[in-house]
T-cell receptor, first 112, second 112 residues
Framework: SQQGEEDPQALSIQEGENATMNCSYK?????LQWYRQNSGRGLVHLIL?????REKHSGRLRVTLDTSKKSSSLLITASRAADTASYFC????????????FGGGTRLMVKP | KAGVTQTPRYLIKTRGQQVTLSCSPI?????VSWYQQTPGQGLQFLFE???????NKGNFPGRFSGRQFSNSRSEMNVSTLELGDSALYLC???????????FGEGSWLTVV
């Protein structure tokens, strides 16, 4: 079973707008990582946030983590057509080595 | 540094055959894990290796196996292939210091 659920499953926006994707998970985690996947390609690592962190930034990306609600969000600001991809959150569960448990992903389409 | 390298990128096999997929982790990374991605089940963890030892195993039948060599390179094998084994198989390696997990481009397996 999947640890996380992502919301929305699909999102369509215009270039320049912001995109927000949410992820919820079920058990205590060590860290949460966000990935991007272009169609048919591998996963590109975007950002890692540790369980003791609340917010991280990387360029146009902003990730928040609320461990009390077991949820995270990924904000992409000033989106570009090249941001069109699927986005996944993945958690590393305590005492589970390096095993990532993925959500179902959000398919983002950015229209030029 | 080169990224995670997977070979082959694409392959077609017949039901009942077996297949071996190869993964070279990022230089210096000692942990390698494998994932299966299908439209129906999403991204699922197969197994993880560290220093040639399997550390975690996902919920897959015994037809799925793997190993890791002393140079950290890893292979996974699927025997007695079934149509449902058609998937993108992704390999990942972990940066031990930062806990970041990086993925390769994957191997697309089609079983006919």
């Amino acid at each position: 079973s999947q640890q996380g659920e992502e919301d929305p499953q699909a999102l369509s926006i215009q270039e320049g707008e912001n995109a927000t994707m949410n992820c919820s998970y079920k058990t205590s985690i060590n860290n949460l990582q966000w990935y991007r996947q272009n169609s048919g390609r591998g996963l590109v690592h975007l950002i890692l946030i540790r369980s003791n962190e609340r917010e991280k930034h990387s360029g146009r990306l902003r990730v928040t983590l609320d461990t009390s609600k077991k949820s995270s969000s990924l904000l992409i600001t000033a989106s570009r057509a090249a941001d069109t991809a699927s986005y996944f959150c993945a958690t590393v569960i305590n005492n589970a080595g390096n095993m990532l448990t993925f959500g179902g992903g959000t398919r983002l389409m950015v229209k030029p | 540094k080169a990224g995670v390298t997977q070979t082959p990128r694409y392959l077609i096999k017949t039901r009942g055959q077996q297949v071996t997929l190869s993964c070279s982790p990022i230089s210096g990374h000692r942990s390698v894990s494998w994932y299966q991605q299908t439209p129906g089940q999403g991204l699922q963890f197969l197994f993880e290796y560290f220093s040639e030892t399997q550390r975690n195993k996902g919920n897959f039948p015994g037809r799925f196996s793997g190993r890791q060599f002393s140079n950290s390179r890893s292979e996974m094998n699927v025997s007695t292939l079934e149509l449902g084994d058609s998937a993108l198989y992704l390999c990942a390696s972990r940066d031990g210091g930062r806990n970041t997990i990086y993925f390769g481009e994957g191997s697309w397996l089609t079983v006919v």
